[in-house]
């Protein structure tokens, strides 16, 4: 822990098969105008929207309906849900399904009360919200981004071909948020991996930066180990509620902060991942996935410890008579086998992109500082064309 | 993760070499008076009083004097706190210190605004409060009991021969701690390996119960590997500051609630260890690792599974040809091998412990249900016999 820094996490969450009655614990602490964020209508058929549109009912709150956010919110959608929120005078934006809807509530958040664009303001020049700031409640239906217990938010403006992420303060983190595993165990299992890729993503990104003993990598090694597990578990039996209980819980401890503390973090897996998903509008965990190997084998000989340690507390490498760099591409061959095992996508191939993309990726990728390389762009192009 | 549970944990933490600068952030959030709390006098010594009452002066504040804390906080030192608050209208409660500083500083703070006698109302009927709580920070100079993140309080009461902890909820725990690894330097060797088996202690009584997969002991183990890597470390070098900072670190998400989510706990090693400490007024953390081996070595058979992962996660034991005994066994005594390179307490004679109070510790000793084994008077007479 060789970094200052400050903690501060004020969400509350809830957890477990009856974590939505707590919802009639949290209303009374808001308005009465309570806009209902969710996606594509997966909660109509699975009756999670029929049981909050009742506690909310039942709380005397009018439901004002925001529907349709997609995988991979629009600044379009983004600025129609600002309008709804000013016609209606919304109290309190409550996001039923994934980080989509999590990430889309917050930007609402902070922009209606803001008179500027909020895509010029907050996506484009990263400024932090100056107005009054709408309050936000999450129901989670999916594991993965982390989004109900962290300030972050990313939107995607199809027409600049950017899908930008601004991580606001814990002023904008949502109140609480309502986890029951239950609620994930419809999700097609394309998406289910999709998730569990951006949590063990998520993990990566802060994990492999750095060069001293931090509590923080340990803790990193610890959530890596258990999502491996349970995701094995998962994959044969998706109502396995053990295994689902601790692929949610870990998504969130993956990405509120705890395990960044006093230490640099990398992110160029999703500076690459998010610019393929502005070009492709690919599923987010899967323009992860499509990326990580050849970008983690080009920055392995710069991190070469790390990745010592990654193969043998997380992979369980056996060390003896293996020189450093076949213990450490031992491990990314069974992180490898890992990843093919859960079906994730292993190339931008599969995720539409076509050869002609790769300069114009290279361009909407963001060039970060904090991991073992710092990437020129010819790099970039590279890593882009052998993750083709 | 099978258990149904909420985590709210507000407090809000600076860490590192300048922590100490945002208590200027803080104190224009409260009132004029605060009660400056500490112990015996080291932090006159070191510089650290000095430093705080300019920085409350420059705040604008009046500095109420309440030092004195003793390890041990009694009953009687509460009362006079709860005077000291009522007649000089304290809005903040600033506890500059370890963990005893900062439980009486919340037993004061629930008992201000209360007029029954605190120790009956919170410590024997254990009622939740139901008056305004008087705000409580805390500056860190001692890294062990987790108390700058959580709700607990210790008191002893040494007429009864009672040493009971109380945890509070929420709105109790400190609203912010200060969190300065260098403030522990100057700490003395033995008050430094006390804290540090406190802190192994905090995770082991976690850790040591229930048979899910849960990610709470992944992180149990991530966090003991830590501190043991960082202790080894401290006590060859104390004033390491990466060690101490990671040392520090764990203490705070031992027992901050996090390992303890969607699982079952033990706490059978603090209640043996208070039990004895109000006899003896021994160090608390001294206590604890009194009565460990014989405890442990008791419940192993009753937990076996749990206590040969112990072997190979935390300890690294080499399984190869080994019966699940042997290995629990051998990881049991790496743990006594590094509790004795430490220097801890291997007996509670070491700490003024008598065969003849054996059996008024039995009587003060609080027999919980969360563990592998429930123990019956018998024995816990035979571990306290075992320990001597």
Redesign the interface.
């Known amino acids: ?19 939505l009655d ?1 919802l009639n614990d949290e209303l009374p602490k808001y308005g009465k105008n309570v806009q209902l964020i969710y996606g594509g209508g997966s909660i109509k058929k699975n009756g999670i929207y029929d049981k909050v549109v009742e506690i909310l009912k039942q709380n005397g709150k009018n439901v004002i309906d925001d529907g349709g956010v997609m995988p991979n919110p629009t600044v379009e959608k983004l600025r129609d849900g600002v309008r709804i929120a000013r016609e209606n005078k919304t109290d309190l934006l409550l996001a039923v399904g994934g980080g989509s809807c999590c990430d889309y509530a917050k930007a609402v958040s902070v922009s209606v009360n803001c008179d500027e664009d909020a895509w010029e303001k907050y996506y484009v020049r990263f400024e932090n919200p100056d107005c009054e700031i709408v309050p936000v409640g999450c129901i989670l239906t999916m594991a993965g981004t982390g989004s109900e217990m962290n300030g972050g938010s990313v939107i995607t403006n199809h027409q600049a071909k950017l899908k930008i992420g601004h991580v606001f303060g814990d002023d904008v983190m949502p109140k609480f948020s309502i986890l029951n ?1 239950e609620f994930t165990f419809s999700l097609p299992k394309r998406q289910m991996v999709a998730g569990i890729y951006d949590i063990f993503n998520h993990i990566c990104e802060q994990y492999f930066s750095g060069d ?4 923080s990598d ?2 990193a ?3 890596m ?2 999502v491996i ?2 995701s094995l578990t998962a994959i044969e039996n998706p109502e396995n ?3 689902r ?2 692929i ?3 998504a969130t ?1 993956a990405l509120n902060t ?1 395990i960044s ?2 230490k640099t973090t990398d992110w160029m897996v999703h500076m690459l991942g998010q610019a393929t998903g502005a070009y492709t509008d690919a599923t987010h965990g899967m323009t992860l996935s499509a990326v990580s190997l050849p970008y983690y084998k080009f920055i392995c000989p710069y991190g070469l410890p790390k990745f010592v340690r990654f193969a043998k507390e997380v992979w369980n490498v056996d060390t003896t008579g293996k020189s450093d760099e076949e213990i450490a591409s031992e491990g990314l061959s069974r992180m490898e086998n890992w990843m093919k095992t859960l079906g994730l996508a292993m190339n931008l191939r599969e995720l539409g992109a076509t050869e002609d993309m790769i300069e114009g990726i290279a361009d909407a990728t963001i060039i970060l500082q904090g991991g073992y390389k710092v990437l020129n762009r010819d790099e970039v192009v590279s890593i882009l064309k052998a993750s083709l």
Chains 1, 2 share one sequence.
């Open positions: 822990m060789l970094g200052n820094f400050s903690y501060h996490n004020p969400t509350k969450l809830y957890f477990g098969k009856n974590a707590y595993p001293d003993d931090n509590t340990y803790l090694e610890a959530l180990k258990s597990k349970s509620y053990e295994a209980s601790n949610m819980w870990t401890w705890l503390r006093g």
